[in-house]
């Protein structure tokens, strides 16, 4: 009796062991699934789900999730080639209006220089050239937004003396702060700082930032470098009023706007732009509201 007892306990004990081993290999194929599900949501990620237990149930289910995968990959292809239509498009747009538009402004600026207008004509030539600048300035953001978007290749990374490059800027930008009657305030150190980057880029970068502060700045307006540790920080900072009710969150967003500068003309883009130039060099554009004034902040990495 005693020998039928062990014979019948040791094929139950075989049955409970292999079952919890199926349910271990089910639960970890299971987790495989669910990483390969949560990866699948990468644009670039496109990869069939496998099952490699023999199980219909299991097996039906991965070759649904595979057909929903197929489907999702046919959607992220046609979501890249309309997202490039798009942008060639407003590429292209941009590029032909910037002609046009430049030749306008070329001849309001002769008509200007003739002297024969009154008053009150001079008022409306005044308008129309304000109205074509804008127009140019958007036609010029649109046509750098889809330079930068569509440009993968790496920048040549190097030493470039910020110091130097920020009053540079300063000074070529020198007749329009005055023309603006602002007053700069500089709070940038003497010595050299180098920090590791594109020139080309920080220029294009610190230009709108600059352009930026001076669009919204009343009165004065101030750049400020300082160095921590091993980080480079550049921030240009102007009083906001306390109206301004802005999403520093938010403010790198593609044409994000503040409600109360709603007024201003403009696309909404020159702080995007910033974020991507800060991105391709390796660098961080933040934004912060302190002391009544809207800080952007630049960090960069400083030379080795």
Not at 114 to 132: A, S, V
Request: charged share 30%; net charge neutral; proline share 3%.
């Amino acid at each position: 009796m005693g020998c039928m007892m062990e014979v019948v306990i040791l094929p139950v004990s075989l049955l409970a062991a292999g079952l919890l081993g199926y349910l271990l290999l089910l639960k970890k194929q299971m987790r495989n699934m669910t990483d390969e599900l949560k990866r699948s949501r990468q644009m670039s990620y496109n990869k069939q789900l496998k099952v490699q237990l023999f199980d219909r149930d299991l097996n039906e289910l991965a070759r649904e999730m595979n057909c929903n995968l197929d489907f999702q990959a046919e959607c992220k292809k046609k979501a890249r080639r309309q997202e490039e239509a798009v942008k060639c498009a407003v590429s292209d747009i941009a590029h032909d209006l910037r002609t046009p538009l430049t030749v306008v402004k070329g001849n309001l600026q002769l008509i200007d220089r003739e002297g024969t207008l009154g008053e009150k004509e001079r008022g409306y030539l005044q308008i129309c050239k304000n109205k074509t600048d804008e127009l140019k300035g958007m036609a010029d953001a649109f046509f750098e937004l889809s330079l930068l978007e569509s440009d993968t290749a790496e920048p040549e990374m190097g030493e470039v003396e910020i110091t130097k490059l920020l009053f540079q800027m300063v000074l070529e930008q020198e007749g329009l702060i005055w023309e603006r009657k602002l007053t700069p305030r500089l709070e940038i150190p003497e010595q050299t700082i180098l920090v590791r980057g594109n020139r080309r880029l920080l220029e294009r970068m610190f230009y709108n930032l600059f352009h930026n502060t001076l669009k919204y700045a009343e009165n004065t307006f101030a750049i400020r470098l300082e160095r921590t540790g091993q980080v480079c920080k550049v921030v240009f900072s102007n009083p906001i009023a306390a109206s301004d009710t802005i999403d520093t969150a938010h403010i790198f967003d593609r044409a994000y706007k503040a409600d109360a500068a709603r007024h201003r003309q403009g696309t909404g883009l020159g702080l995007y732009i910033v974020k991507l130039l800060a991105q391709k060099q390796g660098a961080e554009a933040e934004a912060a509201v302190c002391a009544g004034e809207l800080c952007i902040t630049i960090k960069l990495p400083l030379f080795p």
